[in-house]
């Protein structure tokens, strides 16, 4: 089947399928077939564009890391924020939404893919570890220490603090479409809750 120009590729449409499959069902009881079904390619061509399931997988991972690089703030942007804004506008910066809304459904649901994988499959406790607990403690550890230092912000426990936080999220996005789904409101007053202290010490 040929892509009619200005379509989703075929390859991309497999990549979007997988992740609704993959999150729906399980990834171990999603076959190749079912995708290319989801598709409406033959099973055998599913093949021309990722070799293995495996390797589908990876491709859905490498596609969400794409994504976050693209709309995360870098670093350096944020430690140059934090000469002159607060915490409160720093954080704000973080509460980042992937438009359009499918984007963000989509996204949410490859974090609960790897929830599901991590203790059985690398590649998934990698993706976790790296692209989502590694990349918030690079971008806010040096914002914490940086806003310490210049006194905008009490001394306290930056590790333990940032434990809690990926740990929070990171449980908030793998329950992202089960019955134990974290709703807006519960997630905000959470948050509220953890950066209370940090917030109400900010000059």
């Not at 670093?75 to 910066?93: D, F, G, I, K, N």
Request: hydrophobic share 40%.
């Amino acid at each position: 089947m040929a892509d009619r120009p200005g379509s989703i590729k075929t390859k991309d449409r497999i990549l979007h399928a997988a992740v609704r499959l993959f999150s729906d069902r399980g990834y171990d009881k999603v076959s190749m077939r079912d995708i290319a079904a989801a598709v409406g390619v033959k099973a055998a061509s599913i093949y021309n564009h990722y070799a293995s399931k495996e390797e589908l997988l990876k491709s859905i991972y490498e596609f969400y890391t794409a994504q976050q690089r693209q709309l995360f703030p870098s670093p350096e942007e944020h430690l140059r924020m934090a000469e002159t804004a607060s915490l409160t506008q720093l954080l704000s910066s973080l509460d980042i939404h992937y438009s359009p809304p499918e984007a963000d459904d989509m996204m949410n649901r490859i974090i609960a893919i790897a929830f599901r994988e991590i203790n059985v499959d690398r590649d998934s406790e990698q993706f976790i570890r790296e692209s989502i607990f590694d990349s918030v403690n690079n971008l806010l550890r040096p914002l914490f220490m940086r806003m310490v230092e210049l006194g905008r912000l009490e001394p306290f426990d930056i590790d333990t603090f940032l434990c809690l936080f990926n740990y929070f999220s990171f449980a908030g996005a793998a329950l992202y479409h089960s019955p134990l789904s974290i709703p807006p409101e519960k997630w905000s007053a959470c948050l509220g809750l953890l950066f209370g202290t940090i917030i109400n010490n900010d000059p």
